[in-house]
């Protein structure tokens, strides 16, 4: 069994990460934290009850140390960096949940902050694990990327070589209301999400620099990416729905089932997908069609699990050597 602990437990993910990590028969959690502690995780989250309670720590990078080899970091963004490095120097392995890993060291600062942790970002591997499978098992930091990013990419990567750089990329994304975090706001109140739904960000979200950096990174090509965002009145589901155009006509579900063969995540419909099918579950469910030199890219998956929480279990996985699909919910919620 290898001890883990999971910092940040008050949030949507962290409430993930204890139902994914309570039942997995390798990882046993030894250490949950927030930055205020004392309290008990049950208090926190109900739902816990009479399946699993525990103290909340305040964190301490020092006793998480002598708890646990590997952390979990369900951390806001600027506030994840400082913890991860006294971590990474205690030795401790650390999967981050945060943005503050995810980019370049100039694109972070352009769009986020200063970074606190200039030693390590260049040693943080981007956890999409169809991409980075083999990076992942040998490094110690793993940059789990968010939801957009996930859904978005795993649609476009396969096709970067016939895309017309020439043309706009436009990405319409939509997600459930748990991907803006627990706290409340005028855009996730009841009264203002209920039986609504509206753009925020349009063309300004942090997740298009990521996309477009990481297209770049393994395609080698700058694409023009348009991405725009939408709050659904859902608790959870994320679709994202792509549209290009190509330098000529291609089979795109082909491409699709080649590129995933050896993915046990992916699943590749004939069909547009929807939401319910992979809620619960790590999948990413996509449709792909093309018409002449249209092409349009329909991809799905659970926002707070293959979004956040249940892929960064299979990272976890993949770092301390064991099969990816361990302990992963693969089971969707609702029929």
Known sequence: M??????????????????????HPKFNI?????SEGETTLTSLHPSLTKIFDTPV????AAQ????????????????????AKELLNLGVKVVDLSADYRLKLETYEKYYCPHEDKEHIKDAVYGLPELYHQEIKKSSLIANPGCYPTATLLGLLPFTEFIDENFPIFIDAKSGVSGAGKKCTDNTHFVSINENSFAYNPLMHRHQPEIAEKLYLKSGKHFDINFVPHLLPLTRGE????????KKPIEPLEILRDFYKDSPFVRIFDKPVDLKSPSGTNFCDIFAKCVDKKLY??????????????????NANLMCGFEEELGIPIIAYVP
Do not use: W
């Open 2 to 23: 290898i001890d883990v602990a999971i910092i940040g437990a008050s949030g949507f993910t962290g409430l993930e990460l204890v139902k994914i990590l309570v039942g």
């Open 30 to 34: 030894t250490y949950v934290a927030t």
């Open 57 to 60: 720590q305040k964190a301490d």
């Open 64 to 83: 998480i140390a002598k708890n646990a080899q590997l952390a979990f970091l369900a951390l806001p963004h600027k506030a994840s960096m400082g913890f």
């Open 239 to 246: 679709m994202i729905d792509t549209y290009t155009l190509l």
């Open 297 to 314: 890219i329909n991809s799905c998956i659970d926002n707070i699990l293959r979004g956040a929480s249940s892929q960064a279990v299979v």
